[in-house]
T-cell receptor, first 116, second 113 residues
Framework: DTGVSQDPRHKITKRGQNVTFRCDPI?????LYWYRQTLGQGPEFLTY????????KSRLLSDRFSAERPKGSFSTLEIQRTEQGDSAMYLC??????????????FGSGTRLTVV | AQTVTQSQPEMSVQEAETVTLSCTYD???????LFWYKQPPSRQMILVIR??????QNATENRFSVNFQKAAKSFSLKISDSQLGDAAMYFCAYGEGAQKLVFGQGTRLTINP
């Protein structure tokens, strides 16, 4: 297993276009998280899944954002009608939930979105 | 809501010296986890060290150690014998059980040769 993979690494899009990002977690990890990170700031939580169930969504996640994890494996994050304020690094992370113990996440390299 | 504060936006240290990065957090819980993550320029975040709140003993990983003060809600990271490869953004994070992590704003660490 090569860790958490994110695709694409970079995406430039015009304002108003839709974009979709993909995350492939570590295969045995049952939890998958999406975060957004702007330059010089810490990651901000967006949403997370346990297997295929989306357990929590941040208020940051407007109606234009949707995330799925259809088979409990890979996940997609879609942003509709992109705005310049959506420009950020989108980070995916995964973890194995073992009896409520938090061992921390394994992060992917992120997808950098630039909206022009 | 839980918050994590890193009051030092930037720190610098001479190579081979020791540096301490500060982190405070706010919670009403008694059982939780604390982490330090490292994010090198243009590279992914990696876990540096983890602390369980119910353990009084401070965590240590090679040159990295923490000073966990539960009553003061303080969780500082000490890097001994600093190396050029330690240059990165460092983020403190808080988590309850297997829930999401809340991150601080980060501290940019520069190592001077």
């Amino acid at each position: 297993d090569t860790g958490v993979s994110q695709d694409p690494r970079h995406k430039i899009t015009k304002r108003g276009q839709n974009v979709t990002f993909r995350c492939d977690p570590i295969s045995e990890h049952n939890r998958l998280y999406w975060y957004r990170q702007t330059l010089g700031q810490g990651p901000e939580f967006l949403t997370y899944f346990q297997n295929e169930a989306q357990l929590e969504k941040s208020r940051l996640l407007s109606d234009r954002f949707s995330a799925e994890r259809p088979k409990g494996s890979f996940s997609t994050l879609e942003i509709q009608r992109t705005e310049q304020g959506d420009s950020a690094m989108y980070l995916c992370a995964s973890s194995l939930d073992r009896a409520g113990v938090n061992y921390g996440y394994t992060f992917g390299s992120g997808t950098r979105l630039t909206v022009v | 809501a839980q918050t994590v504060t890193q009051s030092q936006p930037e720190m610098s240290v001479q190579e081979a010296e020791t540096v301490t990065l500060s982190c405070t957090y706010d919670t009403s819980e008694s059982d939780y986890y604390l982490f330090w993550y490292k994010q090198p320029p243009s590279r992914q975040m990696i876990l540096v060290i983890r602390q369980e709140a119910y353990k009084q003993q401070n965590a240590t990983e090679n040159r990295f150690s923490v000073n966990f003060q539960k009553a003061a809600k303080s969780f500082s990271l000490k890097i001994s014998d600093s190396q050029l490869g330690d240059a990165a953004m460092y983020f403190c994070a808080y988590g309850e059980g297997a829930q999401k992590l809340v991150f601080g704003q980060g501290t940019r660490l520069t190592i001077n040769p």
